[in-house]
């Protein structure tokens, strides 16, 4: 009786030790923000139908899309277009632009038209293809290679043209002189004559493609080599890839409603608020990275023409809270599967969600637990009884990954339905040459024929060889699940399950043993592998924090001395808080994001329980180390952990930006950014990789987890799969439990 009193003591002061840090600044207010978000419009089916190369938007909001197949729109609220041109009309149209009067005009390989209560008729007198037009007052110039055209009251009078017939745009002046941008040349073509902008001190390239006046009326003129930009017909200034451009081809210019400029290229489109860049490509963004053209409706949503269809972006206005159920509804829906594991899904149409199946993947338990802790951060935050049932069914996962190996301990990395055939990781048929090649590579690999075995009752699939991460994993859940969600009952039901998994690892010397009586590949922690072998040397002090970690919160939720003794006896006999000093290591050869989260899963079972002064200095130093190496990843996963470990809001706004940022689409669709002249390619900080110089925004890059690169240039699967969102659910509810994010206003 005495003991069991003992370790309910110490679990209740244990639990103040877990409450929000008092130590933190006052946190960021949930304030409402702009969320962009992409929606596709595919025109129709058909040679060029998709191919876009010019658009505008009515008075009424209607699109007006040029396509190399003809012209069509879309009505405001509509989701199909509707083709204009008859079929003997059909053909490429170059350009189109509404007038002062809302008359809608159209440069096509035939002439013009004009758009009228009956539809659109044909301008009588010009024949000849139009490259691009331009009204002004009572008037609309239209260019061509054959000629300049005057159009007033539908007659339309031709003249000689002023510049070079390679036109590709022109744009009315407020002095109704006209700027024309060729492949030759920028034209100015007033009252007083023509002035040809060619010379490399005139302008960037003589390659001209697009122009758009600012809101400041400055000019600004896009093609090969990126922008020049025009005061008063003086050059002032140039945009270059190295301010900002995604690339030094420039297809396009437009100025938005809020005055910033989108500039189109083949890489996506880069929009400039007078300071800083962003871009929008990929396909979470875009149909397609070639951009001709963009324009804006009432609302400010951006309707881009690209090389395969027309995508909208639009906005609008959220909160993290309201952003948080957004992700967590797509999670509830699509990725938590039997029995309560929580992963990616498949998409079988790529980007079609309406279309998945559920997956597996080796860290199907660490990623779970990562799932548990972000329910029970959510009900300590909200009480929601939603969040709880989440985190109790989330945690009953968790332990059947113990109960269903039928052994005394040993943790499955996950299971799958006895019905499954596809599973990412299938069982190994190796030859002796094969294994004798995998072992000069790395001497540490374990040879594992059969990785599936079926449950006692025939329902699962359970896989072993579990790796140190699952383990980690799984106690970062459950301290977080014992503290702040667990009533009595079920806290004797968590006591009994680590202490199985404790119990097991010690007997095992401090290691994992599988089916087969020998450790996992990963799962060591032992003083013999992490000391002794120098193959195991880049582990040495991440596992060293991992086992600690384990004791430690073993300890806490059981009151058993046993646990203690053998965390101060690894502590002092074996080495391992030197070990744990510089856990994090920089070695370039060793440096792993893996390991960066492993830490940050393990560091709160030490810093939130130890009571030592002095173990808490090296813990706390370590802990300093790490996070000096990982603040650069602007991840608010890492900086809450450290900022809750100690007392600080590090890195708040650049945690706040991410969580804002990061698009609602949850989709892994292929995001390259190796190509970007913006961007300069490097090997660090992982060596054996190519990374970006910097991290770029959430919305510039591929979705990824904590254990991922985030200046790896090339991240995503095609759109085949879609992420549980949990990667930003946890940091999130996490933010809100330790006060680094306010309630929303």
Known sequence: MQNRLRMLALSSIFALLAAPSTNAGAGAADTPFHQEFHEPYVIGDGPGVNDVRTLAVDRSGSVWAGTRAGLYVLRKGERRWTPLMKADEAGPVFDIAIADDATVWIGAWNGVYRSTAKGIEKIAGIDQPVAALCPT?????????????????????????????????????????????????????????????????????????????????????GGLGGLTIYKRGKRVRVLVPEDGLPTGFVTCVSRGPDGRMWVGTTSGVARYNGKTWSLRHSRRWLLNDEV??????????AWVATAAGVSAIKRKEMTLAAKAGHYLEVCLARHV???????????????????????????????????????????????????????????????????????????ARTVVPASWTGMADPNETMSEQQWAERRVRDPRSKRVAQRWRPSKDGKWLWKGDTSSDEITGHFFGYVFYYDLVADDAEKEVVRAHVRRMMDYIIDGGYVLKDIDGTHTRWAVWSPEKLNGDPDWAPERGVNSVEILSFLKATYHMTGDEKYQQHYLRLLREHGYLENVRFAKTLNPSWRTHIDDELLALAYPGLLLYEKDPDLRRVYRESLDHWYAAVKDDQSPFLNFVYGSLAGKDAELDESIAFLRDNPLDLVRWRVDNSRREDVRLRRFPETGLLQTDRVLPASERGIIRWDGNPFQPVEGDDGETESDGVFWLLPYWMGRYYGFIKPPQ
């Open 137 to 221: 007052g009572q008037e609309v110039f239209a260019l061509g290679p054959d000629g300049m055209w005057r159009i007033r009251a539908g007659q339309a009078t031709r003249h000689a043209l002023p510049c070079a017939r390679s036109i590709h745009a022109v744009a009315c002046d407020a002095d109704g002189s006209l700027w024309i941008a060729t492949a030759v040349g920028l034209y100015h073509y007033a009252s007083n004559g023509v002035t040809l902008y060619q010379n490399e001190e005139d302008i960037l390239s003589a390659e001209v493609h697009d122009l758009a006046f600012a809101a400041d009326g400055s000019l600004w003129v």
């Open 292 to 301: 001709r053209d963009v324009a804006f409706d009432a609302d400010g949503t």
């Open 337 to 411: 599967r039997e029995p309560g594991l929580v992963e990616k899904c498949t998409l079988t149409i790529p980007g079609d969600t309406s279309n998945w199946q559920p997956r597996d993947d080796d860290n199907d338990g660490q990623y779970t637990a990562m799932y548990l802790a972000m329910e029970s951060f959510r009900y300590a935050v909200t009480k929601d009884a939603k969040a709880r049932t989440n985190a109790k069914k989330a945690f009953d996962a968790q332990r059947f990954l113990q109960t269903v190996t039928e052994t005394p301990g040993f943790v």
